[in-house]
């Protein structure tokens, strides 16, 4: 196991000491959540874990879930999730978050919403003194307000461009339906709250990937002397 896979490993194991018996939970999308995923659903098998249900963030994380018999129930039932557990892109001092590079932040704040408490589970690579230096905002756009958007992104000094796949000719279809515009403002994100409200603002844009005042606690994987260990990290305000 490479060093960053043994950082998402320990932080997802430690992420599960909070679930609870009874306890409905978010689960998150990309790689550190698919690990929380999977030792979640090591807790329930082995007993230690008793009635659990899991809320989808994702085409991924419900395949996942379903793989792995986690019971789940649909976003649209529940009137609170009691803890979400996610990975993020990047997470700065005061604990505000770019999410989305796995293009499911929509869902992931949709979840985020609901939760009594948003875990936040990273490896130490993805600290960050300042917002969106070198990681991309993503920005989920209608299909044909792509170009609109991006144009209205420029005149904000943002660099938009549009996730292209891997394996198939073409853009990113989020699982929604919609794409994907990656953006990389001048001098980064310094005023998260704002930002994430202008460009939810533009026409045509469902949601961006800026998770702001949302997140209670942050995990953190690193390598200490060789060895994985994890922490929490303190919030700076
Ligand atoms: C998906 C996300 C992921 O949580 C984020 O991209 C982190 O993924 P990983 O754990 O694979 O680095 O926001 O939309």
Not at 24 to 47: D, F, N, Q, R
Not at 87 to 107: M, N, S, T, W
Not at 119 to 129: G, R, S
Request: aromatic share 2%; net charge neutral.
């Amino acid at each position: 196991m490479d060093s960053q896979t043994q950082m998402k490993q320990i932080v997802a194991d430690a992420a599960i000491k909070e679930v609870k018996n009874d306890m409905i939970v978010g689960l998150g999308s990309g790689s550190t959540a698919a690990l929380m995923i999977k030792s979640l659903a090591g807790e329930i098998h082995s007993g230690k874990l008793r009635n659990i249900r899991g809320v989808a963030t994702s085409f991924q994380s419900e395949v996942l879930a379903l793989e792995l018999n986690i019971p789940l129930i649909d976003l649209a039932s529940v009137s609170q999730i009691d803890l979400a557990i996610d990975g993020a892109d990047e997470v700065d001092p005061g604990f505000q978050l770019i999410k989305g590079g796995g293009a499911c932040h929509v869902r992931e704040k949709l979840v985020a919403d609901k939760a009594n408490k948003l875990l936040i589970v990273v490896d130490e690579t993805k600290l960050v003194k300042n917002l969106n230096r070198t990681f991309p905002l993503p920005v989920e756009v209608l299909p044909n307000a792509w170009k609109h958007v991006k144009e209205a992104i420029s005149e904000m000094n943002g660099n938009s461009s549009l996730r292209m796949a891997t394996k198939k000719a073409g853009p990113v279809v989020t699982d929604q339906g919609n794409l994907i515009l990656d953006v990389l403002f001048k001098d980064g994100i310094k005023n998260p709250r704002d930002i994430e409200m202008i460009i939810n603002n533009i026409p045509g844009v469902l949601e961006n990937g800026l998770f702001v005042n949302r997140t209670d606690k942050v995990l953190v994987g690193k390598i200490e002397n060789n060895v994985p260990v994890v922490y929490s990290l303190s919030k700076v305000c």
